[in-house]
C-alpha cells in the first residue's frame, strides 16, 4: 500500500519544506527523472541547459505581436502561448509567463493542451509578477452611466417605497448579456442567470424573508409526479406577506425550499397564490413531494411538520434593501438598489458560463499567484496531464467550482484561498478503482470559505470522489475550511488520506450531514482520516458514515461542539479510535440501518456498486479480504465495526448504539473514557481557545498523540502567514438541529429493528 507516499510533485520539492516529503528515496527519483528526461533530450539532438529559460510578459496594455518583454509585453496568455511555441521551437527549455499587474477579461476560456506543457527539464510557469495583483474574470464590467433611473410607474408602485428612490434599471439586452433567464420550472442552483458583483462582492437576488427562511404552516397536497395527472402541490403560508405577489405570479414567481429533507432545496415557480385561503400551488411536483418526509401520509399527502423552510426569490415587490437585484425576465430589464454612489466598475455582471482556464492533457505547469475572479462556470478546470501545480492563487466569484481535477496524476492545489463560489471549492477525481491504480492529487493548505453560496448542498470545500467519481490515493492535507452550508469534505474512493485539517462553522443551511460526509458504498474503502480539528458546528456530525458505507478510519481527531461526533450508519468495518470528543450533543454512534432498509443481494444500489469491481480477485482481495464472501454472513449488519479508545468530555449521551445483541458480537467495542468538564479541566471560557497543551492532556487519557501545532493552515512558500480562525465561545449551540438518528427511527416504525 501506497497511501502515506508523497507524490512525485512532491518528491520534486515543489511543496514547502514543512511537508514530510524530502527523503533519500525522493531524491534519488528526483534525479532519475532529471536524468532520464536529459538522457531523451540528448538523443533527440536538443539542448538540455536549464539556465536558458523564456521569459515572456503579458499586460492588460500589452500589444499582438509584441516580443513580450517586460516593456513591450503582449496582451493576453493566448498571445503569450503563440510566442512560447515560436521561440521554444521544440527545445526543451525551461518558461515563465509574468503576467503583470491588472484585470485581465476572459471572454473566452485561456485553453491550454497537451502542446502547450513543460517537460521535467523544461518545466511551464504561468504567475504573477507580485501575487494577488493580476486578476482574470469572467464577468462584463458595467459603466455607470448604463443605468437609469425608473420612470415607469407600473413598475414603481411594485417596488416597496422605501426603494422608490434608489433602485436603477439597466437593459441587459442592449449590453448583450446572455444569461438573463427566464428559470426553469424546477431547478437547484443558480438557475442559469447571470449573478452581479458589486465592488468584487456577490449580491443577494431581492428576497422574502431578507435573511433565512420562513415555514410552511400545513401541506394540503403533495403533487403528483407524472402521468397525465401531474400537478404541483399545495401548502398554507403563515402571515398575509404573499398576498402582495399575485402580479409577480403572472410574471413568474418562483419560491426555494426545503420542502421535503434538510439537505435537498428544490426552487420552483409558482402555479398560483390564493389569499382568501392563503394557499401557494407549485407548477410542478419538488422531489420527492411536498411535505417532510418524517410526516406519516394522510389519503396519498404528507401534512408536513411545519419546519418545511422556504423563501422567495427574484421580484420586484421584495426588492426592499440596498444591494438586492432582480430581473425582469419579461423586458430583459434588471433593478437593482446600489449599496453606494454608482462609479465605473463599481458593478460586475457574470456571464461567461465556461471555465476561465481549461488545462487538457497538460503537464510539469505551475500557476502561481493569480487571481480568478467571476464568471458563471468554474475557475480552473484539469483534465488528465501529470504535474500540475495551483498555488498561491485566490479563486473567488465563480458561479461553479474553482478547481476541477478529472483524472491525470499528481495535480496539486495548495496554499490558495479558495471562497465565495456558487458551487464548491475543490473537486478531485482521479486513479483507477478496478486496479486501485492511485491518482497521487493533493489539496494542501488551502483556505476554503462560503462555497455553495448557490448551490447550498453538495457544494462543499472539497469533493474527492463521491458519488460514482473514482478517486484513488489522494491526499486532502492542512486546510482550513469554513462558514459552509453543508459539508466541508464530500468523499469516497479508495485509499485517501484526510489529515490535519480544521473544520468550523459548518452545515449552516441543512441537516442531516456531517462535516466529513460520505455515503452508502462497501466498496468505498481504505480512506483514513487522522488528526482533523472539527468544532463550533453544532448543526452537523463531524464524521458521518451514512448509510452503509464501510471501511474507513476515524482516529486522532479533535471534535469540539458537533451534534455526533463519529456517525456510523449501518455499514462495515469502520474503525474509530483514539478520539478526543467534546461537548458533542451525541459522542459515538452506531447503527444497524441496514437489517430495516435492506441492505441485501436485493439492494440494486450496493450491489451495483459491489459487482463494478472484481473483489475475488488481486488487487482487491488482497487489499480488502473482508469484501471476500461479503454475501455470506449477514450484509446487512454493521460487522467489524471498531470503537475504542476514545475520549468523551461533557456530551449529553456520550455512547449511543443502536445494536441487539447477536449484532453486537460482530464489533468490538472497546473501552471509551467518559468525563465531565470538570474532571477534563475544561471550564467554560470565551473565546474559543484550545492549546497544545491541553490536547496533549486529553489524548493521554486513551494513549494517544495528536500533533496539534501542525493542524491547519501552514507557513510556507506561496503562504507567507496564517490569520488565526475567528474564535467562537467553548458554549456555542445552535437553535435547533436536525438529529440524524430521525431517519433511522422513521424507517424503525414500520419495520422493529433487531
Known sequence: MHLHEPSSRARRAKTSGRYPFHTTTACVAAVVGIAVGMARAQEEGVPTSVSRRIDIHISPVGRPGAPGTPELPVGTIGQAQDLLKRRRAGRLLPATLWLHPGVYAVTDTVALSEEDSGEVVGTLEIRASAPGTARLTGANTVSAGAFRKITDRRILARLPEPARGHVVQLDLAALGIQHVGPFPDLFRGQGGILELLWRGRRMPLARWPNEGYTTIERVLDSGVWGGDNMRGGTFRYRGERPGRWLLAVREGLWLKGFWRVPWQPDTVRVAAIDPAERTITHACRVGGGLGSKYSKEVNGTRPGNGKENWYALNLLEELDRPGEWCIRFQTDALYFWPPGPLSDGDVLLS??????????????????????????????????GTNI?????????????????????????????????????????????????????????????RTGQVQTTYAPAVTLGAYGIDAVGCRVVNNRMHDLPHAAVLYGGNDNLLELNEVYRVALDSGDVGAFYTWHDWTSRGNVLRHNYVHSSPGCNAFYMDDGDSGDTIEGNIIWGTHYGPFIGGGHDNIVRHNVIIACARGLHVDSRGIVRGYTAANRHLMGLLKAVDTASPPWSERYPELVGIMEDHPDWPTGTVLERNLLIGCESPIHIKL???????????????????????????????????????????????????????????????????????????????????????????????
Request: glycine share 12%; hydrophobic share 35%; charged share 20%.
Open 351 to 384: 456571464d461567461l458560463d465556461q471555465p476561465l482556464v481549461q488545462l487538457s492533457n497538460v503537464s510539469q505547469l505551475t500557476v502561481s499567484g493569480l487571481v480568478f475572479d467571476a464568471g458563471l462556470g468554474d475557475g480552473v478546470v484539469i483534465e488528465g
Open 660 to 754: 441487539a445483541p447477536d449484532v453486537m458480537k460482530t464489533c468490538r467495542i472497546g473501552d471509551s473514557t467518559v468525563m465531565t468538564r470538570e474532571e477534563a479541566g475544561l471550564v467554560e471560557s470565551s473565546p474559543f481557545t484550545l492549546t497544545a497543551a491541553e490536547v496533549d492532556r486529553l489524548a493521554a487519557h486513551v494513549k494517544a498523540q495528536i500533533p496539534f501545532a501542525g493542524i491547519g493552515l501552514q507557513v510556507d512558500s506561496y503562504r507567507k502567514r496564517v490569520c488565526p480562525p475567528s474564535q467562537q465561545p467553548r458554549s456555542a449551540s445552535a437553535t435547533e438541529v436536525f438529529d440524524s438518528a430521525v431517519d433511522v427511527r422513521a424507517s424503525d416504525q414500520a419495520h422493529p429493528q433487531r
Open 389 to 449: 501545480l495551483i498555488a498561491g492563487c485566490e479563486l473567488r466569484n465563480m458561479g461553479g467550482t474553482a478547481v476541477v481535477i478529472k483524472g491525470g496524476t499528481d495535480h496539486v492545489v495548495q496554499s490558495c484561498d479558495i471562497h465565495d463560489t456558487g458551487g464548491g471549492g475543490v473537486y478531485v477525481g482521479g486513479g483507477d478503482r478496478k486496479t486501485l491504480t492511485p491518482a497521487w492529487h493533493e489539496v494542501i493548505n488551502n483556505d476554503i470559505w
